[in-house]
């Protein structure tokens, strides 16, 4: 535990008028538990400043106590700014808190910016909840690259071996990005068209494509029996 004269000092540097000292501040928490951490993060939630509202969102996934998800929902939902609805939304899949997973799926389906559905997409497959297949389906068909590839990794995440047909259309995908997070996704789906994939995907041109590929067959064939 952290002493009181030393969270009363933390408390104080939150309110300093230099932006520095405030994000200072919050780095600071790292190292206090979340029930003292909490208070003091919630302080800041409505900076002046972007980026001190940003790390405050990001420290309420880090630091899970029985507010934080009421909090993320709220900005995630209600804020404004596009910027601070996709940190929240990032900080939900921190939290893990499966009670997430619905204010995702809306969040994806229903709000306007690329960079909130983005971060929707990673989270999803933080929660690791199958449930989540057909959000995650349905963005494979996204036209931001960026989307199909929180896509891929997410479906990886949640181990949807359902899904393998889906996203192995992206075999050949012109940017290798999207090449690399189907080969990492692979690994997770021990299926036998998966490794079929693998194999091809070895060969592919870029190098972290063909790294990422041999990672991952080499984790299914020894999970699986092979031909």
Known sequence: MISQLELDTLSARLEAD????R??????????PAEQAVPLIKKVLDDQNDQVRSMAIFALGLKPTKECYALLVDILEGDPDYGIRADAAGAL??????????????AFYEDVDW?????????LGNL?????????????????????QAAIAALGEIRDTEAVDNILNFAQA????????LAEALGNLPTPKSISALRYLVKDDHSQVSEAALISLKRLESALPVS
């Not at 230099?18 to 000292?21: A, D, F, R």
């Not at 994000?23 to 206090?32: I, Q, S, T």
């Not at 960079?115 to 989270?123: H, N």
């Not at 389906?137 to 931001?144: G, I, K, Q, R, T």
């Open 18 to 21: 230099s932006l520095v000292e």
């Open 23 to 32: 994000k200072l501040a919050l780095a600071a928490l790292r190292n206090v």
């Open 93 to 106: 899949g921190y939290l893990e808190d499966p009670r997430a997973f619905d204010p995702l799926v809306r």
């Open 115 to 123: 960079l909130v559905r983005f971060s929707a997409a990673v989270s």
């Open 128 to 148: 690791k909840n199958p449930k989540a297949h057909d959000v995650l389906v349905a963005a494979l068909d996204s036209p931001e690259v960026v989307i199909q």
């Open 174 to 181: 012109e940017d290798w990005l999207v090449r690399q997070r």
